[in-house]
Every structure is written in structure tokens, then in C-alpha cells.
């Protein structure tokens, strides 16, 4: 199964068909509204409004799992999202990326990018993975990694 066939939800909780980003480029990322990376949010949107027309979207996963940084709901998320950075690319439901209720897109995620030493686990909050047109993990980013470096993945993976 590809990336594009996994069931995912918005942040109301309507279908959202992954199948029809296939053949864009995503960046998929684990968010949280109370974290130190949050401004990440502001950047996420410029990638996003930057590519967009060359088929490139950011997705976002509010996640509660890592100090409890992301308590409100999905849809209270997509609200600070928008209110406080200027957010419009698709925020999606709240997910658990790691253990036994990991949502399957990022236990599918993980295994094709695991992190350092292999290990699979996502650490913390804002970890991209830089998906291709193909549906396959071009690269996996932890949170420190931003700027000039997700840019230049970016553009690179868009001219695949």
C-alpha cells in the first residue's frame, strides 16, 4: 500500500482522499500548537503557498503525544493554525504517530524513513517526511531541520 491509499481524516473528521495528491509532492508533519518549533507553522505555509502550482502540499497532524503540547481539539487546532500563522494548507485530524494506536500513515511513514540509528519512533513534534510523487519517502526531517534545508528538498523533489 502506498502512502496515497491510507484512510485519512480532516480536521472535521470528512474523508480526505489522498488519492487524489497522487503524484504531488507532501510534506507530512506531526504539529502541535504549545511546542517551541509551533512558529515552524509560519514556514510550513510559506513552502506551501510557495509550490502549491507546482504540486506541492504540506499536510498537518496535530498530535498530543509529546508533552502534551497539543491538547485542543482538531478543529480548535485548525483555528490557532489560521488565526495566529496564516495557515491554509490542509490540517488534518489529531493522530498518534508512535505505539500501538499510531495512525497507519505514520507507522507507513517510519518505515520507509526510519530515524537516526533506525530506530522508528518519531522523537518529538515536527517530524516531516518529504514524500515524492511516487508515494515513496524521499527523506525524513526532525524538528531542528527547517529553513534553507527543507527548501532546497523541496524544490529538489519538485523538479523529479
Given at each position: 500500500?502506498?502512502?496515497?491509499?491510507?484512510?485519512?481524516?480532516?480536521?472535521?473528521?470528512?474523508?480526505?482522499?489522498?488519492?487524489?495528491?497522487?503524484?504531488?509532492?507532501?510534506?507530512?508533519?506531526?504539529?502541535?500548537?504549545?511546542?517551541?518549533?509551533?512558529?515552524?507553522l509560519?514556514e510550513?505555509?510559506s513552502?506551501?503557498?510557495?509550490?502549491?502550482?507546482?504540486?506541492?502540499?504540506?499536510?498537518?497532524?496535530?498530535?498530543?503525544?509529546?508533552?502534551?503540547?497539543?491538547?485542543?481539539?482538531?478543529?480548535?487546532?485548525?483555528?490557532f493554525?489560521?488565526?495566529?500563522?496564516?495557515?491554509?494548507?490542509?490540517?488534518?485530524?489529531?493522530?498518534?504517530?508512535?505505539?500501538?494506536?499510531?495512525?497507519?500513515?505514520?507507522?507507513?511513514?517510519?518505515?520507509?524513513?526510519?530515524?537516526?540509528?533506525?530506530?522508528?519512533?518519531?522523537?518529538?513534534?515536527?517530524?516531516?517526511?518529504?514524500?515524492?510523487?511516487?508515494?515513496?519517502?524521499?527523506?525524513?526531517?526532525?524538528?531542528?531541520?527547517?529553513?534553507?534545508?527543507l527548501?532546497?528538498?523541496v524544490?529538489?523533489a519538485?523538479?523529479?
Amino acid at each position: 500500500m502506498t502512502i496515497f491509499e491510507q484512510d485519512c481524516y480532516t480536521h472535521q473528521g470528512d474523508p480526505f482522499n489522498l488519492r487524489a495528491l497522487k503524484g504531488q509532492v507532501l510534506l507530512v508533519v506531526n504539529v502541535a500548537s504549545q511546542c517551541g518549533f509551533t512558529p515552524q507553522l509560519e514556514e510550513l505555509e510559506s513552502l506551501y503557498t510557495r509550490y502549491r502550482d507546482r504540486g506541492f502540499t504540506v499536510l498537518g497532524f496535530p498530535c498530543n503525544q509529546f508533552g502534551r503540547q497539543s491538547p485542543e481539539s482538531a478543529e480548535a487546532f485548525c483555528r490557532f493554525g489560521e488565526q495566529r500563522f496564516g495557515v491554509h494548507f490542509p490540517l488534518m485530524e489529531k493522530v498518534k504517530v508512535n505505539g500501538p494506536d499510531a495512525h497507519p500513515l505514520f507507522t507507513a511513514l517510519k518505515g520507509q524513513a526510519p530515524g537516526v540509528l533506525g530506530t522508528r519512533a518519531i522523537k518529538w513534534n515536527f517530524t516531516k517526511f518529504l514524500v515524492g510523487r511516487d508515494g515513496e519517502v524521499i527523506a525524513r526531517f526532525g524538528p531542528r531541520e527547517h529553513g534553507v534545508t527543507l527548501r532546497k528538498a523541496v524544490e529538489a523533489a519538485l523538479d523529479k
